[in-house]
């Protein structure tokens, strides 16, 4: 995504990213933010096929969950991916356990 912080797209974080915002600001941005990371992971995987949910006045916290959910799992198989094709991957710990962590080229 080429950006310097964390996407905000963690449902139970919606109060500490976005404090001071409507409970609909709320539901708009983790949208948004479920747009962008979707789009991306689109550019990298073929044939995903995931309708994020409109927002709405009846769209909820919790139905919002498993769109994240969904996402997490993408995240984790394309990184997965990147490690066993050793590409533009880093590794962030010590011997005994690492994450591992795409990067720009």
């Not at 997490?72 to 991957?89: A, P, T």
Request: aromatic share 10%; charged share 30%.
């Amino acid at each position: 995504l080429s950006i310097d912080k964390r996407l905000r797209y963690k449902v139970a974080r919606r109060n500490r990213y976005w404090p001071k915002s409507s409970l609909d600001h709320r539901k708009s941005n983790l949208l948004e933010n479920f747009k962008k990371l979707l789009d991306a992971l689109k550019g990298q995987i073929t044939n995903i096929d995931i309708p994020l949910p409109k927002l709405s006045s009846d769209l909820t916290f919790a139905s919002l969950k498993k769109f994240e959910d969904v996402l997490d799992s993408l995240v984790c198989g394309w990184v997965g991916i990147q490690f066993l094709e050793k590409e533009n991957i880093k590794a962030f710990g010590d011997s005994s356990s690492a994450i591992w962590v795409p990067v720009s080229q």
